[in-house]
């Protein structure tokens, strides 16, 4: 049977993962687009062979594994690269998302990514749920996590979609702007939510 789906997106630093946490400890199976996207393109991956056949031999380190940098950088300054780097990696990622999605067996199922609606991941979805910051703690609680530059994540920041734009295409929002208890307080009555919706709406 078709599992019961839930999307789950936010930009950076906004507490996606911290959200995902706490519906995994409630028993609800979590697939993370970031972590099948990264696990597309490790070495020996028909991904990874792909990329080398597109772009050339630089994009590989010494050990196989990809030279995510020097590719970033690339794609930074040659405007097509971006594109043909996703029109050979997105069918590969969501192909494995859908396999994760079939495989989950808990009551519903969380899908979180940062890119759920730029890249039309919530076609997979049935409910789709913002974790929405305030950009100043974004910048906060990010740059503290990852000893990045304030800058560096203002700038991931802009490229990414604006929250008004994601407010719009969500059906749930949690404003993560206080401590976790607080976040938490306002997943659990989702969570509940969720449960009665996927009970309500077996899909075949
Ligand atoms: P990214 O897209 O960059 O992976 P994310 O959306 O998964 O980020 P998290 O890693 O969950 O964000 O949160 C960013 C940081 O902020 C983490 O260190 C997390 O513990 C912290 N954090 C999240 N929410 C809160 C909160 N309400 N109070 C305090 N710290 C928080």
Known sequence: MQPYIVGLTGGIGSGKTAASQWFEQQGIIVVDADIVA???????????AKIRATFGAWVLLDNGELNRAALREYIFSHADAKKQLEAITHPLI??????QLQRANSPYVILVSPLLFETQQNRLTQRNLLIDTPEELQL????????????QIQSIIAAQMPR??????????VLNDADLAHLYAQLQPLHTHYLQLARLKPLS
């Open 94 to 99: 969501r192909a494995e998302i859908e396999t």
């Open 164 to 173: 008004h734009q994601k407010q719009a295409l969500a059906d749930d929002i």
């Open 38 to 48: 990264r696990q597309m393109v490790q070495a020996g991956q028909p991904a990874l």
């Open 140 to 151: 906060q609680r990010a740059s503290q996590r990852d000893q990045q530059a304030v800058s």
